[in-house]
Protein backbone atom coordinates (compact mmCIF):
# COMPACT_ATOMS: atom_id res chain seq x y z
CA UNK A 1 0.00 0.00 0.00
CA UNK A 2 1.22 3.50 -0.84
CA UNK A 3 2.83 5.80 2.24
CA UNK A 4 0.48 7.68 4.18
CA UNK A 5 -2.64 5.12 4.55
CA UNK A 6 -4.65 5.87 7.94
CA UNK A 7 -6.83 2.80 9.31
CA UNK A 8 -9.08 3.79 12.66
CA UNK A 9 -9.63 1.00 14.76
CA UNK A 10 -12.56 1.31 17.43
CA UNK A 11 -12.13 -0.82 20.15
CA UNK A 12 -13.82 -0.05 23.57
CA UNK A 13 -11.07 -2.25 25.44
CA UNK A 14 -7.85 -1.13 23.76
CA UNK A 15 -5.12 -1.97 25.68
CA UNK A 16 -1.33 -0.38 26.40
CA UNK A 17 1.87 -2.77 25.32
CA UNK A 18 3.15 -2.68 28.80
CA UNK A 19 -0.98 -3.76 30.18
CA UNK A 20 -2.04 -7.71 31.04
CA UNK A 21 -5.15 -7.31 28.69
CA UNK A 22 -5.57 -7.73 24.69
CA UNK A 23 -2.90 -5.90 23.21
CA UNK A 24 -3.96 -7.06 19.60
CA UNK A 25 -4.56 -3.98 18.01
CA UNK A 26 -1.58 -2.23 19.33
CA UNK A 27 0.36 -5.16 18.19
CA UNK A 28 -1.42 -4.51 14.56
CA UNK A 29 -0.69 -1.26 14.46
CA UNK A 30 2.76 -2.07 14.77
CA UNK A 31 2.93 -4.58 12.20
CA UNK A 32 1.50 -1.81 10.13
CA UNK A 33 3.74 0.54 10.13
CA UNK A 34 6.42 -0.49 7.45
CA UNK A 35 3.97 -1.16 4.82
CA UNK A 36 2.94 2.44 5.31
CA UNK A 37 0.09 2.49 7.65
CA UNK A 38 -0.03 5.04 10.48
CA UNK A 39 -3.14 3.80 13.02
CA UNK A 40 -4.90 5.37 15.57
CA UNK A 41 -7.02 3.93 18.00
CA UNK A 42 -9.96 4.90 19.64
CA UNK A 43 -10.73 3.34 23.27
CA UNK A 44 -12.32 4.34 26.09
CA UNK A 45 -11.35 6.41 29.25
CA UNK A 46 -12.73 4.08 31.90
CA UNK A 47 -13.14 0.12 31.50
CA UNK A 48 -13.79 -2.25 34.19
CA UNK A 49 -10.44 -3.97 32.75
CA UNK A 50 -8.06 -1.31 32.68
CA UNK A 51 -6.98 1.30 35.22
CA UNK A 52 -8.69 4.47 34.06
CA UNK A 53 -6.98 6.89 32.36
CA UNK A 54 -6.25 10.38 33.15
CA UNK A 55 -7.96 12.96 31.36
CA UNK A 56 -7.77 16.72 31.90
CA UNK A 57 -10.51 18.36 33.03
CA UNK A 58 -13.47 19.56 30.28
CA UNK A 59 -11.78 17.61 27.40
CA UNK A 60 -13.51 14.75 25.48
CA UNK A 61 -10.32 13.10 24.07
CA UNK A 62 -6.75 12.77 24.82
CA UNK A 63 -4.15 11.64 22.62
CA UNK A 64 -1.06 9.36 23.26
CA UNK A 65 2.05 8.52 20.90
CA UNK A 66 3.24 4.98 22.04
CA UNK A 67 5.83 3.82 19.44
CA UNK A 68 4.06 5.26 16.16
CA UNK A 69 0.89 4.31 17.38
CA UNK A 70 -1.63 7.08 18.08
CA UNK A 71 -4.29 6.06 21.07
CA UNK A 72 -7.09 8.84 21.51
CA UNK A 73 -8.62 8.35 24.73
CA UNK A 74 -12.11 8.78 24.49
CA UNK A 75 -13.69 9.99 27.97
CA UNK A 76 -16.43 7.57 29.54
CA UNK A 77 -17.80 7.00 32.61
CA UNK A 78 -16.67 4.46 35.72
CA UNK A 79 -18.78 1.02 35.06
CA UNK A 80 -17.40 -1.14 37.56
CA UNK A 81 -18.58 -4.50 37.16
CA UNK A 82 -22.30 -3.45 37.01
CA UNK A 83 -24.05 -4.78 33.42
CA UNK A 84 -26.35 -2.10 33.23
CA UNK A 85 -23.50 0.75 33.92
CA UNK A 86 -20.96 -1.10 31.74
CA UNK A 87 -24.11 -0.84 28.29
CA UNK A 88 -24.14 3.07 29.25
CA UNK A 89 -20.12 3.12 28.96
CA UNK A 90 -20.75 1.54 25.98
CA UNK A 91 -23.48 3.60 24.62
CA UNK A 92 -20.99 6.54 25.26
CA UNK A 93 -17.80 5.70 23.99
CA UNK A 94 -19.51 4.86 20.69
CA UNK A 95 -21.67 8.61 20.71
CA UNK A 96 -18.68 10.63 21.67
CA UNK A 97 -16.32 8.67 19.31
CA UNK A 98 -18.08 10.10 16.66
CA UNK A 99 -16.83 13.51 17.86
CA UNK A 100 -13.56 12.67 19.10
CA UNK A 101 -12.58 11.81 15.27
CA UNK A 102 -13.92 15.26 14.34
CA UNK A 103 -10.94 17.04 12.84
CA UNK A 104 -7.93 14.37 12.64
CA UNK A 105 -6.66 13.35 9.43
CA UNK A 106 -9.42 11.12 6.72
CA UNK A 107 -8.63 7.47 7.33
CA UNK A 108 -8.37 5.14 4.31
CA UNK A 109 -10.34 2.38 6.30
CA UNK A 110 -12.10 1.96 9.55
CA UNK A 111 -12.52 -1.03 11.81
CA UNK A 112 -14.91 -1.64 14.17
CA UNK A 113 -13.95 -3.88 17.22
CA UNK A 114 -16.57 -6.06 18.64
CA UNK A 115 -15.95 -6.12 22.15
CA UNK A 116 -19.01 -4.94 22.04
CA UNK A 117 -21.35 -3.97 18.67
CA UNK A 118 -22.19 -0.71 18.86
CA UNK A 119 -18.30 0.66 18.43
CA UNK A 120 -19.32 -1.21 15.02
CA UNK A 121 -22.01 1.15 14.61
CA UNK A 122 -19.62 4.00 15.42
CA UNK A 123 -17.09 2.86 12.98
CA UNK A 124 -19.71 2.22 9.91
CA UNK A 125 -20.58 5.45 10.62
CA UNK A 126 -17.47 7.10 10.39
CA UNK A 127 -16.12 4.78 7.50
CA UNK A 128 -19.76 6.25 5.49
CA UNK A 129 -18.80 9.64 6.48
CA UNK A 130 -15.90 9.46 5.17
CA UNK A 131 -16.72 7.35 1.68
CA UNK A 132 -14.13 4.74 3.10
CA UNK A 133 -14.41 1.05 3.24
CA UNK A 134 -16.07 -0.37 6.74
CA UNK A 135 -14.00 -3.82 8.24
CA UNK A 136 -16.01 -5.20 11.24
CA UNK A 137 -13.97 -7.30 13.44
CA UNK A 138 -15.94 -10.37 15.65
CA UNK A 139 -14.17 -11.06 18.79
CA UNK A 140 -17.45 -12.29 20.55
CA UNK A 141 -20.80 -13.52 18.94
CA UNK A 142 -23.17 -10.87 20.44
CA UNK A 143 -25.67 -11.64 21.32
CA UNK A 144 -25.39 -15.16 20.99
CA UNK A 145 -22.72 -15.44 23.69
CA UNK A 146 -25.08 -14.10 26.39
CA UNK A 147 -27.51 -17.03 25.38
CA UNK A 148 -25.23 -19.25 25.14
CA UNK A 149 -24.00 -18.49 29.07
CA UNK A 150 -27.46 -18.30 29.72
CA UNK A 151 -27.56 -14.83 31.04
CA UNK A 152 -30.57 -13.80 28.88
CA UNK A 153 -33.00 -15.75 26.68
CA UNK A 154 -33.04 -15.61 22.58
CA UNK A 155 -36.73 -13.71 23.21
CA UNK A 156 -34.98 -10.88 25.64
CA UNK A 157 -35.66 -7.41 23.98
CA UNK A 158 -31.99 -6.86 24.41
CA UNK A 159 -31.45 -9.83 22.63
CA UNK A 160 -33.50 -9.28 19.53
CA UNK A 161 -31.98 -5.81 19.37
CA UNK A 162 -28.14 -6.41 19.10
CA UNK A 163 -29.40 -9.40 16.76
CA UNK A 164 -30.71 -6.62 14.79
CA UNK A 165 -27.76 -4.68 14.84
CA UNK A 166 -25.45 -7.88 14.25
CA UNK A 167 -27.17 -8.45 11.25
CA UNK A 168 -26.86 -4.52 9.52
CA UNK A 169 -23.14 -4.86 10.81
CA UNK A 170 -22.40 -8.25 8.97
CA UNK A 171 -24.57 -6.60 5.70
CA UNK A 172 -23.37 -3.64 6.00
CA UNK A 173 -19.15 -4.62 6.14
CA UNK A 174 -17.09 -4.03 3.18
CA UNK A 175 -15.17 -7.06 4.93
CA UNK A 176 -15.64 -9.43 8.25
CA UNK A 177 -12.35 -10.30 9.92
CA UNK A 178 -12.83 -12.86 13.12
CA UNK A 179 -11.16 -14.29 15.58
CA UNK A 180 -12.85 -17.73 16.31
CA UNK A 181 -12.48 -20.40 14.03
CA UNK A 182 -15.63 -22.04 12.81
CA UNK A 183 -17.36 -18.52 12.80
CA UNK A 184 -17.89 -17.72 9.39
CA UNK A 185 -21.17 -20.37 9.50
CA UNK A 186 -22.48 -17.92 11.73
CA UNK A 187 -21.76 -14.58 10.61
CA UNK A 188 -22.82 -15.92 6.64
CA UNK A 189 -26.25 -17.21 8.27
CA UNK A 190 -26.20 -14.04 9.85
CA UNK A 191 -25.99 -11.80 6.98
CA UNK A 192 -22.76 -11.67 6.04
CA UNK A 193 -21.14 -12.18 2.60
CA UNK A 194 -19.25 -15.74 3.11
CA UNK A 195 -16.58 -14.17 0.03
CA UNK A 196 -15.53 -11.52 2.07
CA UNK A 197 -14.87 -13.31 5.70
CA UNK A 198 -10.78 -13.44 7.10
CA UNK A 199 -10.30 -15.39 9.98
CA UNK A 200 -7.35 -13.60 11.74
CA UNK A 201 -6.34 -15.14 15.19
CA UNK A 202 -4.12 -13.74 17.93
Known sequence: NSG??????????????AESTGTRHYD???????????????????????????????????????DGVRFVWVRTLPSGHSRAKRVLNELLYTYRCLKAASGLEAPRVVMG??????AGLAAWRLARRHGV???????????????????????????????????????SADHVVTLLPGAARHIAAAGGDSRRITFLPN
Not at 37 to 49: D, K, R, Y
Not at 113 to 118: R, T, V
Open 4 to 17: GSRLWILNHYAALP
Open 28 to 66: LARALIPLGWHTTLFAASATHLCPPRPMPAGTLRRFEDI
Open 133 to 171: PFVFEVRDLWPETLVQLGRMDRTHPFVVVLRRVEGFLYR
Open 113 to 118: SSAHLF
